[in-house]
């Protein structure tokens, strides 16, 4: 069983940060490709970010210079700061997690989504 547990979000007045974590945990040997997808009222999924193993990265256009997109190999944790947020940014966020659980078996799990409200 692997879980991905978000933390962060919340609300927060445009132009301000505010900082995502997601955290797996179980039966993982390694996580490949983490990504931060959004997801707001009446809109698809949206890929906002991702980041491989190796730490290479890539942004939606929307966010590119704006948010920034890290992993912790060791702790199986990703992390999206974003700053210079505006109220199109509205959405559930989600972690996404691509890899290998100790099995040897694929896995792809979903965190649990974290809201992230920008006022104007």
């Known amino acids: 069983q692997v879980q991905l547990v978000e933390s962060g979000g919340g609300f927060v007045q445009a132009g301000g940060s505010l900082r995502l974590s997601c955290r797996a945990a179980?039966?993982?040997?390694?996580?490949?490709?983490w990504g931060w997808y959004r997801q707001a009222p009446g809109k698809e999924r949206e890929l906002v970010a991702s980041i491989s193993s190796g730490g290479t990265t890539n942004y939606a256009d929307s966010v590119k210079g704006r948010f920034t997109i890290s992993r912790d190999n060791a702790e199986n944790i990703v992390a999206l700061q974003m700053n210079s947020l505006k109220p199109e940014d509205t959405a559930v966020y989600y972690c996404?997690?691509?890899?290998?659980?100790?099995?040897?078996?694929?896995?792809?799990?979903w965190g649990q989504g974290t809201q992230v409200t920008v006022s104007s």
């Open positions: 996404n997690g691509q890899g290998f659980g100790d099995t040897g078996r694929r896995i792809s799990n």
């Open positions: 179980g039966s993982i040997y390694s996580i490949v490709v």
